[in-house]
C-alpha cells in the first residue's frame, strides 16, 4: 500500500491528522476500494502537493511529479510497461550510469534491485503519489501505444518545427520520433492542408476529439479515449513554449511549423476545463492572406467607396463584424494599398496575427498596461500618418480615436455591430458625442463570410419556394436563377462546400447621413438613407452572391439577416 498505516501514525504525531480522521481514512480506503493516500485527497483531508511534500520529508529523498516534466521516449523505453505497472515507477532522467526513478516508495529494496537488473543501471529513487504516478503510466505508456497505432496511419512528410526551444526534431528519423511528437505533427499539417483555421482539441469524461475548423463550420476528425490527450496537451504545451505544470489557469503561446515548404504561424490557447485542458490553435498561414481588396468580391460601387475613404488624408474607417468574419484581412488590405515609404503607419493589435513589412506592428499586453487606449496614445507621439487599432471596445480608445481623426489621421478600427448603421448608436453608447462622430466617422464597413459551394460536385437544384419568400425573391424572378448544392466529395470532405466568399454592407457617412446623425436619428432612419443613396445591405449583398452561383440558400438565410 503506497501510503502505509505508520505513516498515517506519523501525520497524527505531527498534527496533521486527528484519530477520527484516520478512523475516516481507512473506512473510506476500505469501502472505495482504494488506496489510503487516495482516500486522504479524496475526503479533502491533504491536497496531492501536501501528501508528496510529506513524503519526501518522511523518506528523506527528492520529490517529483512525472506529469509536471518532459520524460524523453528513450528514457521511458529504459522500463516495460508491465514493470512499471507492477511496481508503480515512472523513469524520469538518466545521468551516465544512473537512472532517476520516480517510486510510490522508494524504500521498496526488491522493486529497486529488480529495476536495477532489468535496465542494467544504478537507481536513484525518487518520491511521488500514488495519484501521478498512475496518471503518468497511462499518459507515458497506455497512450503511446494507442498514439503509435494512430500515427502509422499519418503523413507527416515535409513538417518541420521551427523555434522549438525544448528539442529539435530536424534531422530526426520518423521512426525515432516519439508517437505523441509524431501525431502532433501529422494534426497540425493535416488542418494545413485542409484550410482549416482553427483547431479544437477538446477533452471529455471518458474520451477526447480534435475538431477542425473549416469554411466556418467545425468538422469532428479524431475521437479517441481519454487517457490519450495529456500526452497530446503536453506536446503541444512544449511546442508552444507554455507551463505544462501550470493547469489550472488559461495560457497563450504560439508555434511555428514548416508543412510543405511553407512556413505558418499556430496561436495556441490553453484553458482549464473540468476534464482537463482545451486547447485552441489558430491558424495564420500567411500564404492564404489576399491582400487585394479587388478580389474581395465587393460591387464596384461599395468597393469604390471603400477606396475612396481608405485614400482620404484622414477620417476614420470602422470594420464591425462577427469574430470569425475577415475584419481584419479587410483592414490589413486597407493598410496594404497605402503602405508607401512615405506613409507611417502604426497599428495597436491582439494579438498581431500577420507581420507585414513597412508596417509599425505593437502587441498589446493588457496585463502590464500595455492597452489599446495607451498605445494609442503612445501613436500620436510617433508622427504617424495612418493608425490601425484592432478594437474599439471602450469610451477611451473611442475617444482617442476619434480626436486622432480630427487633427489630420487616418483611423482605421473595428467594432461589434451586427449591421453597419448600428455603429453610429454603438460609438454613442460607448460615450462619444454625436457631433464628434458625425465629424470624424468617414466611412463604415458590415461584412459577413458565405461558404461557397464546391466547383467539383456543385449541382443544380430547385429551390423551395418557402425559402425563396424569405429571402425577398418572387417566382418570376426565381425562373431566371440557377441555384446550387454541392453533393459531396473528396475535394470538399463530402461537406459541398469549398472556400468562403464574403458580403458587405459599405456605409459611405454622406451630409445628409452626418446631419441625421447629429440629430440622433434611430438607426432603421439611417439604413432606408443609405439604401436610397445606393448601399447593398448584407442580405442584397448575399443575395447577389447566390444569384451568381457562388452559394447556397441554406448560406444566405443562416449568415444575413432579414432587411424587414
Known sequence: M???????EKLTALGLLKDDEISAVMREAENASISLQRALVKLGLMSEERVLEFLAHIYSVEAVNPLNIEIPQAVLKLIPEEAASKFTV?????HGRTLALAMADPTDMCAINDLKFITGLEIKPMVATEISLAAAIEQYYMAQDDLEDMAKGLDDEDVEVLEDGDEDDEGLDEAEQAPVIR????????????????IHIEPAEKIFRVRFRIDGTLHEVIKQPARMKSAIVSRIKVMSDLDIAERRLPQDGRIKIRVDNKTVDLRVSSLPTIFGEKIVMRILDKGNLALDLAQFGMEDNALGNLKKAIDAPYGMVLVTGPTGSGKTTTLYSALNRINRSDVNIMTSEDPVEYNIDGINQVQIHEEIGLTFAKSLRAFLRQDPNVIMVGEIRDSDTGSIGVKAALTGH????????????STMDRLVDMGIEPFLVAASLNLVVAQRLLRKVCSQCKSEIEAHPEALRELGIEPSEAKGIRFYKGRGCSKCSNT????????YEVMPISPAIRTMILDRAPTDQLKKQAVDEGMLTLRQDAILKLKAGLTTIEEVLRETASDT
Do not use: C, E, W
Open 183 to 198: 501525431f502532433v505533427n501529422s494534426m497540425i499539417a493535416d488542418a494545413v492542408r485542409k484550410r482549416a483555421s482553427d
Open 410 to 421: 487616418l483611423v482605421l478600427s473595428t467594432v461589434h455591430t451586427n449591421d453597419a448603421p
Open 90 to 94: 515512472v523513469p524520469v532522467q538518466k
Open 496 to 503: 459541398g462546400y469549398a472556400g468562403r466568399q464574403g458580403v
Open 2 to 8: 503506497a501510503l502505509k498505516t505508520d505513516i498515517l
